[in-house]
């Protein structure tokens, strides 16, 4: 069935026209992995003949997959990276060395798989695709098509039954596992574990970030029932964090020392802000060394540039000094924390602001608890573009239940950013959070209020 967004039969309105679950929550029903099977089927199984690093993870699964991507690119590796949703623009999901796809290549990507499936009827399918897994298919088209030494593959949602998990990877990595989308993958951490660990696959080795207790025995069972390699957090590798420092004139990049059962690296410095980019590097050293264990080629040089050359938007990043400005996607809870603990441990005390938007299926009342007692004031918004979000009359109501500071509601996107930007005093922070959405909307707002147009 296609949605009424469907535009017209150019190969972007075939593709945009499809059920987005990105726009409209899914069901567990919705999850069906055999769909494509039965679509790559039609295309020649492209992911067959590619090197996958899979990784999945309720927080830190892009930000590992862009480090991860940029250490290989800059030994010499020619590496594709796949990774949902996007901030701007539709082309960032598919990009090689750092290159997104071009808008040609993409429309020429969706005209064969519109072709081979038959759409619209899709006789030889007996069903319609969503649009992830039409994502998915391009990437794998685009990545076989273009010879990519490694592809590293972000998963959409959950793991088990995600698009992505049709690959054979030579690697698997699980960053963390946190409460999220608990409708569609269960109630509990343990639910959400076995989930994100229906990517491990027999014999591929796996190199997990999760540290709760519960969650970490659902990977270890499942590890050891697929006689899979398991490297661990706080087992196998450790790490020690330096923050970064944003204070008047001065910034600091922040560095992070890594221990592994292969040696101890020297202090490297990083791009990415926060504690837990520092677990993600973490991981991200260890799955090079699980790598290098097959047989590739990988210095540590490579590794130091990638770590402190991936910018990854969005994600605790600074656009403006006077006031900061600092853009975010904390969705969840877990999120929320890191984001308050970064703030603290990195920026001035000095009067903080909060613009957030958020969709209403996610834990609002816990990410505000988290935000109690941290900003002044906060000023809420409404995404343009979709449609799960929340309205700022009831994002209003949870707050006051649940935190403390002046709240405002803005009636459009850009007043709201309008009056966050000029409630913050310099020196002050104004931190916008909630969504990627919320992120890739505000950011030209933004972008026009800082320079003064």
Wanted: glycine content about 8%; overall charge neutral; some cysteine.
């Amino acid at each position: 069935m296609l949605s009424s967004k469907h535009l017209d039969d150019s190969p972007r309105g075939f593709w945009y026209g499809l059920i987005n679950f990105e726009h409209r929550l899914p069901t567990p029903d919705d999850f069906k992995i055999d769909r494509m099977r039965k679509v790559l089927d039609l295309l020649g199984n492209p992911e067959k003949k590619i090197n996958f690093v899979h990784v999945a993870g309720s927080k830190g699964k892009g930000s590992t997959s862009a480090m991860l991507a940029a250490i290989l690119s800059h030994q010499g590796f020619r590496t594709g990276l796949y990774t949902s949703p996007h901030l701007f623009f539709v082309e960032e999901r598919f990009s090689i060395n750092g290159q997104n796809i071009s808008a040609d290549s993409l429309d020429l990507i969706l005209t064969k798989i519109k072709t081979a499936i038959g759409f619209p009827q899709c006789e030889p399918l007996g069903f319609v695709p969503t649009f992830f897994e039409v994502a998915t298919v391009v990437a794998f088209i685009y990545f076989f098509e273009s010879k990519v030494d490694f592809a590293i593959l972000e998963v959409g949602l959950g793991g088990r039954l995600d698009s992505t998990n049709v690959c054979n990877p030579l690697l698997s990595i699980i960053t963390t596992i946190s409460l999220d989308h608990e409708k569609q993958l269960g109630p509990t951490l343990l639910h959400i574990a076995r989930e994100k660990a229906g990517i491990i696959k027999p014999s591929v080795p796996v190199v997990s970030g999760v540290c709760n207790s519960g969650p970490r025995q659902v990977i270890e069972d499942i590890a050891s029932t697929m006689g899979s390699k398991l490297v661990q957090a706080n087992a196998d590798f450790t790490w020690d964090y330096r923050p970064g420092v944003f204070k008047d004139s001065l910034i600091v990049p922040p560095s992070v020392q890594i221990k592994t059962q292969k040696k101890q690296w020297p202090w490297m410095e990083m791009i990415l802000l926060g504690e837990h980019q520092a677990a993600n590097a973490a991981i991200v050293v260890s799955a090079v060394e699980e790598l290098r264990l097959l047989g590739f080629v990988i210095s540590d040089e490579a590794v130091q540039w990638g770590l402190g050359n991936t910018k990854w938007p969005a994600r605790m990043q600074v656009i403006c000094k006077s006031p900061w400005v600092v853009i975010d996607c904390a969705h969840n809870g877990a999120s929320a924390a890191a984001l308050v603990r970064t703030i603290k441990e990195s920026f001035p005390e000095v009067p903080r602001v909060l613009l957030f938007g958020a969709s209403a299926d996610k834990d609002i009342s816990g990410m505000f608890k988290e935000f109690s007692g941290i900003f002044t004031k906060v000023i809420f918004a409404q995404s343009i573009n979709s449609p799960r979000a929340a309205k700022p009359e009831e994002l209003l109501d949870i707050w006051v239940q649940n935190s403390t500071g002046e709240a405002f509601l803005g009636e459009t996107l850009e007043e709201a950013g309008r009056k966050a930007f000029f409630a913050t005093p310099n020196p002050g922070i104004l931190c916008i959070t909630g969504s990627v959405f919320l992120a890739g909307e505000i950011s030209p707002i933004l972008s026009k209020l800082i320079s003064g147009d």
